[in-house]
């Protein structure tokens, strides 16, 4: 008996069935395309995910598929730019016109953003005059224990999208919420400016996997 060509082959399947039909190991032989001398694609594939769950793909980086024998830096390129490129789709198909009015809906809409992080990522969410969510950025990538903040940089997104006004975020690798004295000092820093420049900065958010921690939640702490 005859095997059907789409019993093996990702693309011919992909294209016949639809990419939600592949398994992550197929698309990823998808992405990485051929294999090498030493190694097929099919165990290249297998050598990525056995070592990578799901989860990590979304913070890998191109170093760590480096040090896979047999990913080169231009199959590493690949399966960076595929990730990005997803993240990026997502982000602007979903952030469309979004209403949210509590830093628990914040945390809740954006909380993915921040899933397993070694480092700190500060994002700033800008908002219309209606509070509907019109940008997500990420301004700054720190260390595990410091992340520099600039006004200067926060306010410049704010005036190219005619913001009305800002939440801030960012997280703690730690997993405790609990704001540092930097925190304080940058967010009592940013509400100054947001009142000068009448874009108000309503909210700094600090969060981990499973907690945050509002500062428009507990103003006394600001003292301002």
Known sequence: MKRNIYDDKPRERLLKYGPSSLSLYELMIIILNSGNKKRSVYNLSSDIL?????????????????????????????????????????????????RLSTAKDIYEYTKYLFNDLKQEKFYCL??????????????????????????R???KEAFLSSASSIICMHNH????????????????????????????VVDHIIVSNNYYYSFNEHKEILDI
């Open 50 to 98: 056995d070592k990578y769950s799901i989860n990590d793909l979304k913070n890998i980086s191109a170093n760590d598929l480096i040090n896979i024998d047999g990913i080169g830096i231009s199959k590493a390129c690949h399966i960076i730019s595929s990730i990005e490129l997803g993240r990026r789709l997502f982000l602007k198909n979903d952030i469309k016109l979004t």
């Open 126 to 151: 800008y908002f219309n005059v209606k509070q509907e969510l019109i940008k997500t950025k990420i301004l700054y990538i720190g260390t595990i224990d410091k992340c520099t903040i600039h006004p």
């Open 153 to 155: 940089e926060v306010f």
């Open 173 to 200: 690798p730690t997993g405790d919420v609990n704001p540092s004295n930097a925190d304080i000092m940058i967010t009592k820093s940013l509400i100054r400016i947001g009142t000068i420049c009448q874009i108000p």
